[in-house]
């Protein structure tokens, strides 16, 4: 495979992503999911990377810090991953969250946190394959 780059998001990749993770989902994304996209672009605390491959965004992760949740410590949370699925099971998601978590571990951010559909196996065991395991939390919902 050739090498996969590693970078960080950028408000001009907000297209790509939204073909990524409309092609995952199997249905297409709304504008809305764009500038979502693009208000993590350019907010400076949140960790967002992109995967290239030959020029082309083939991956990507965001996540952000958490502060006073609970009366955890403050942490990070992983709020959405996607890999191309024509480029899934090449390691571009581990690579990925390894970049992330060094950035959080130098800044001593020591927890990170995802959701996961419960019905989910494919993502539950890429995220268990990096180490993650249930929390002390309950996921609700309204």
Known sequence: MQTVHIRKLDAADADDIGNIYGSIIRQPVDEEFNA???KHARHESDICFVAELDGRVVGFMISYILTFSFGIEKSAWIATVGVDPDFM???IGERLFNEISIIYK???INRIYTTVPWDS???LSFFKSLGFD???FVNLRR
């Open 36 to 38: 979502l996209i693009e």
């Open 89 to 91: 099971g090449r390691g």
């Open 106 to 108: 130098n800044m001593g």
């Open 121 to 123: 196996s494919d993502l």
């Open 134 to 136: 249930r929390s002390e």
